[in-house]
C-alpha cells in the first residue's frame, strides 16, 4: 500500500485539539499514555469552552447563552441515568471498579458518569494541556507552511498560535436541528428543542408532545412521565419507536400543524397540547474551521469525507474524533484517538489517496446493506477492532460488548421503563453489576451519594457516611439544603419538593431510528 506525508514526531511538533469532553479527553490520555511509555511525544494543547472537562456530561443550568455569552455547547438534563449499560461504554484502561472501589449498578445517573470521566484525567495528569474557558474562533491551513492557524479567545483576549495537528473533538450534538411546522409563531404553549430541555419537573401536570423517535425522544418522554406529567404523546416521521409505553402515553404520525394550543396530526386527529418538545435531532456544525477542513455529513455510521473515520481525506493532518452515529462511545473514541495519535507519532503511515477511497468505499458499500440494530451494532464493532488491532489502546471482548447492546434492545422491548433495573457484566473483569436498590421510577434522588450507598439514604448523616467511604469521587458541587422526598408508587404524580434539589443531572444520547434499513443518510427525526 503507497504512503504519504505520515507524521514525524518532534519536539517542535505541536498537536491542536478542540474540546475536552469524552472526545478530546481521550485524545488527551492517548498521549499521556505513550509518554508514559517513554514515547517522545508533540507539546499538545486543548482548548476547551466551559469551565470544566466533560463536553456534555458536564451540566448547565443555562440556556442559549453560557456564562461567557457563547452559544450553550450541553444538551444535559436534570434527573437523567445513562439510557445505556455502562458496561457498554467502559475505558478498557480505566474501569469503573478501580475509580469506584467497587462494582456499581449497570445505569449511573449523569454525576456519575461525570465523576468517572474526570478521574481518569486526574490519574493521566493532563489537565495542564487544556485551556478552559477559552472559545476556538477560526482555524485554517496553510498549503505552503504545511501548519494550521488556530485563533482563540479567553476573557475577550485574542490568541493565535501555529499548530502542525489539529483533532476536532467538538462533538455533533449540540448544535440543534429545529424544524417549524404552521402554526408555532402562535401556539398557546412551550416550544423547545431538547438541546434546552432541563428539568422534567417543568411539565408536571402538563400535556406533552414529543416530536421524534430518537434516543433523546425516547428518554424526554420518559422523564416527563416519572416527574409527573399529564400525558405524553409522541410523532413520528418515518416510524413509531415500538416500545410498550405505559398508560398516559400515545403514539401519533407527524404532526400538520398547529391552532392555538391544539395540534393536528397526520391521520386527522387533534388533541390539546400545552408543551411541544422538539427532539429532533443535531446538526454536524464547525463554524470555527475553514471551508477546506470543515466535516460536511449526515449523522451516520460511516460518515463523510473522512478516512478511517477520522482523517479528512482531502488533508489528513485535521482529525475528527467521534463524529459517528454512536452504539460504542467512550471505548470507540479512545481507539479513535489512539490511531490519530500513532500518525501523528509517525507510527501508522497514510494509505494513498487511491487506497483511501477504496477502503472508504468497501465500508461505506457494507453500511447501505445494514438492516436492523443488530447488523449496525456489528458494523461498528467490526470498525472498532479494525482500528484497535494497529495500536496499543488495550484489548477488550468487543464480541461480549456487543451480546450486552443486544441483551439491552431486549429489555428495552421488554419493559422500556425498567430496563435500567437489569444488571450486566463488565467485559474488563467480569464482574456482574449489583442492582440498584431502588427502581428507577421510584428513584428520584439520583445524586451520586444515593446512586453509590448500598440503599436509599434517609438523612444527611448517611450521606456523610457515603463519602467518606468513597473519597476518589468528587462532587461536581456541594448538595442544597433539603432533599426531593416521595411516596414510591411507580409513578411520578406523588412526588413533592420540599426544598431545593441537589445537582443537576442529565444524560443525551445519540440518535438512532428503531427498525430502519440502516442508518445511512438517517434523518434526525
Not at 470544566?52 to 451540566?59: A, C, F, K, P, S
Not at 416527574?227 to 410523532?235: D, H, L, P, R
Not at 440498584?436 to 444527611?460: N, R
Not at 431545593?500 to 428503531?514: C, E, I
Request: some cysteine.
Amino acid at each position: 500500500m503507497a504512503a504519504m506525508d505520515a507524521g514525524t514526531p518532534s519536539t517542535k511538533q505541536r498537536v491542536c485539539v478542540v474540546g475536552a469532553g469524552p472526545s478530546g479527553t481521550a485524545q488527551l490520555r492517548a498521549f499521556a499514555s505513550a509518554k508514559s511509555k517513554g514515547v517522545e511525544i508533540p507539546e499538545v494543547v486543548c482548548y476547551e469552552k466551559a469551565s470544566e472537562v466533560g463536553g456534555l456530561w458536564n451540566y448547565t443550568w443555562r440556556t442559549g447563552l453560557d456564562a461567557n455569552g457563547e452559544p450553550c455547547h450541553g444538551s444535559m438534563y436534570r434527573y437523567l441515568w445513562s439510557n445505556g449499560p455502562k458496561e457498554a461504554l467502559e475505558f478498557a484502561d480505566y474501569g469503573f471498579e478501580e475509580h469506584f472501589g467497587k462494582a456499581i449498578p449497570s445505569y449511573p445517573p449523569r454525576e456519575v458518569l461525570f465523576d468517572y470521566i474526570k478521574g481518569r484525567i486526574d490519574k493521566s495528569g493532563v489537565r495542564e494541556w487544556i485551556q478552559f474557558d477559552t472559545t476556538v474562533r477560526r482555524v485554517t491551513y496553510d498549503e505552503a507552511t504545511t501548519q494550521f492557524t488556530v485563533v482563540s479567545t479567553c476573557g475577550g483576549v485574542e490568541s493565535v498560535e501555529v499548530f502542525d495537528f489539529v483533532v476536532v473533538c467538538s462533538g455533533h450534538f449540540s448544535t440543534p436541528n429545529v424544524p417549524e411546522w404552521p402554526g408555532f409563531p402562535k401556539f398557546e404553549g412551550r416550544i423547545l428543542h431538547a438541546h434546552d430541555f432541563r428539568d422534567a419537573l417543568e411539565f408536571k401536570d402538563k400535556d406533552v408532545l414529543i416530536v421524534g423517535t430518537s434516543y433523546s425522544a425516547e428518554d424526554v418522554g420518559s422523564q416527563c412521565y416519572k416527574y409527573g406529567a399529564k400525558t405524553v404523546t409522541n410523532c413520528w416521521r418515518t416510524a413509531p419507536m415500538g416500545w410498550h409505553f405505559p398508560d398516559k402515553f400515545s403514539t401519533k404520525p407527524l404532526l400538520t400543524h398547529v391552532e392555538g394550543s391544539n395540534v393536528f396530526f397526520k391521520d386527522g386527529t387533534s388533541q390539546h397540547i400545552d408543551a411541544i418538545i422538539l427532539c429532533t435531532g443535531y446538526k454536524h456544525h464547525f463554524p470555527f474551521m475553514a471551508e477546506s477542513l470543515d466535516l460536511k455529513t449526515a449523522n451516520r455510521l460511516w460518515p463523510d469525507m473522512l478516512h478511517k473515520g477520522i482523517f479528512m481525506q482531502t488533508n489528513p493532518k485535521c482529525m475528527y474524533i467521534g463524529m459517528q452515529d454512536q452504539w460504542f462511545t467512550f471505548n470507540m473514541f479512545d481507539a479513535q484517538a489512539w490511531y490519530a495519535r500513532d500518525y501523528i507519532l509517525g507510527k501508522i503511515a497514510m494509505p494513498s489517496a487511491a487506497d483511501q477511497e477504496a477502503e472508504f468505499n468497501t465500508w461505506r458499500e457494507r453500511e447501505g446493506t445494514l438492516e436492523g440494530d443488530e447488523e449496525n451494532i456489528r458494523f461498528q464493532a467490526d470498525y472498532l477492532q479494525d482500528l484497535i488491532n494497529d495500536t496499543d489502546y488495550p484489548m477488550f471482548d468487543i464480541e461480549q460488548v456487543v451480546q450486552l447492546f443486544l441483551e439491552w434492545e431486549h429489555n428495552k422491548h421488554g419493559d422500556i421503563m425498567g430496563f435500567r433495573n437489569y444488571p450486566h457484566r463488565s467485559a474488563l473483569t467480569g464482574t456482574m453489576a449489583p442492582v440498584h436498590h431502588t427502581p428507577w421510577l421510584e428513584a428520584l434522588d439520583d445524586s451520586m451519594e444515593c446512586y453509590l450507598a448500598d440503599k436509599p439514604i434517609e438523612d444527611t448523616a448517611e450521606i456523610a457516611s457515603v463519602k467518606g467511604r468513597f473519597p476518589t469521587c468528587e462532587r461536581a458541587r456541594e448538595r442544597a439544603p433539603g432533599h426531593l422526598k416521595a411516596t414510591h408508587t411507580g409513578r411520578a404524580t406523588r412526588v413533592h419538593i420540599m426544598h431545593t434539589q441537589g445537582t443537576p443531572l442529565g444524560h443525551v444520547g445519540a440518535t438512532s431510528l428503531k427498525g430502519t434499513k440502516s442508518k445511512v443518510n438517517q434523518a434526525p427525526y
